[in-house]
């Protein structure tokens, strides 16, 4: 098995600064690529952002310019620094993980979430 633990969540005033991190371990061949998701009361849970093993990198639209994704591959680690937050980024965000596992399989798995509130 695969487990992710997921830190750093709390509240922020409009305009502040947040970093999470989310740490993989267990039964890791390989990790294709790393992430982040969130979901707001009463929506559909979407993607934030992604890196690949190869640091490659995808944001939402709605995040680019303010948020940034890297992974450290050596630690099995994803942050995203949240800069410039707003209230509208107010949500639970899950760690998601790309895994190649040491029986060879390859499986999607989530964090437990943290809460991030955008609130002055």
């Known amino acids: 098995q695969v487990q992710l633990v997921e830190s750093g969540g709390g509240l922020v005033q409009p305009g502040g600064s947040l970093r999470l991190s989310c740490a993989a371990s267990?039964?890791?061949?390989?990790?294709?690529?790393m992430g982040w998701y969130r979901q707001a009361p009463g929506k559909q849970r979407e993607l934030v952002a992604l890196?690949?093993?190869?640091?490659?990198?995808t944001y939402a639209d709605s995040v680019k310019g303010r948020f940034t994704i890297s992974g450290d591959n050596a630690k099995n680690t994803v942050y995203l620094q949240m800069n410039a937050v707003k209230p509208e980024d107010t949500a639970v965000y899950y760690c998601?993980?790309?895994?190649?596992?040491?029986?060879?399989?390859?499986?999607?798995?989530w964090g437990q979430g943290t809460q991030v509130t955008v609130s002055s």
């Open positions: 998601y993980a790309d895994v190649w596992t040491i029986l060879r399989t390859r499986s999607g798995y």
């Open positions: 267990g039964s890791i061949g390989s990790i294709n690529g």
């Open positions: 890196v690949t093993s190869t640091s490659s990198t």
